[in-house]
């Protein structure tokens, strides 16, 4: 099936640091790419989405400055973290879909942000 | 956004059939069913998905209610490694929404040797 890859799995950072996160898709074209926050013993909460090219749509709630999105190309999306607290930490998940009709979701394995 | 519920938790033991329930009373025409799992730490994956008909594939089955109203996913022998969180999801196959996956509480399944 086909593969997303996300990088870093985990990183620990200081408060007040930008962290990034890399999404790719590895054997497909993703017109989509979503971003999902996951907090201990929750669902995943969707926090934008993003087509190629375009500027991201931001979930209601969800700070577009602060949560940076690019989706450069067709294969890679990424997250920044801009200016971290320790209640950003959490389960960050990226997933990718080749195009509407196409009707599976891929996901990353996710990256597990540690503010400090 | 139509949703759905689920129950909180199952359980099953291992190599025994096991049946989810989804019900989505207020699903409309336009909307797929889908099912997805995560397993502690990971994404998601995909499992299986349907419109009206009963799917099956190498992972499960989909029963899906004359109505539409409720759905069963179907393990048809348990391993360990199915122990996981299944996710019953309903999306929009028109894009309406932007075709977006919400994910709900989902069932958290466990599986005893």
């Known amino acids: 099936g086909a593969v997303v890859s996300q990088h870093p799995s985990r990183v620990i950072c200081k408060s007040g640091t930008s962290v990034k996160i890399e999404c790719r898709s590895l054997?497909?074209?993703?017109?989509?790419m979503f971003w999902y926050r996951q907090f201990p013993k929750q669902s995943l909460m969707l926090m934008a989405t993003?087509?190629?090219?375009?500027?991201?749509?931001?979930e209601q709630g969800v700070e577009k400055d602060k949560f940076l999105i690019n989706h450069a190309s067709l294969t890679l999306s990424t997250l920044t973290v801009t200016s971290a607290h320790p209640e950003d930490s959490s389960f960050y998940i990226c997933?990718?879909?080749?195009?509407?009709?196409?009707?599976?979701?891929?996901f990353g394995a996710g990256t597990r942000l540690s503010v400090l | 956004d139509a949703k759905t519920t689920q129950p909180n938790s199952m359980e099953s033991n291992e190599e025994e059939p096991v049946h989810l329930p989804c019900n989505h009373s207020?699903?409309?025409?336009?909307?797929?069913i889908h099912w997805y799992r995560q397993l502690p730490s990971q994404g998601p994956e995909y499992v299986i998905h349907g419109l009206t008909s009963n799917v099956n594939n190498r992972m499960a089955s989909l029963a899906i209610a004359e109505d539409r109203k409720s759905s069963t996913l179907i393990l048809h022998r348990a391993t360990l490694r199915d122990a996981a969180v299944y996710y019953c999801i309903l999306r929009d196959r028109l894009g309406n929404q932007g075709g977006k996956l919400i994910f709900g509480q989902g069932t958290e399944l466990s599986v005893k040797p």
């Open positions: 997933s990718a879909r080749e195009t509407l009709a196409k009707n599976i979701q891929y």
């Open positions: 207020t699903i409309s025409g336009t909307d797929y």
């Open positions: 054997d497909f074209q993703a017109t989509t």
């Open positions: 993003s087509n190629e090219g375009s500027k991201a749509t931001y």
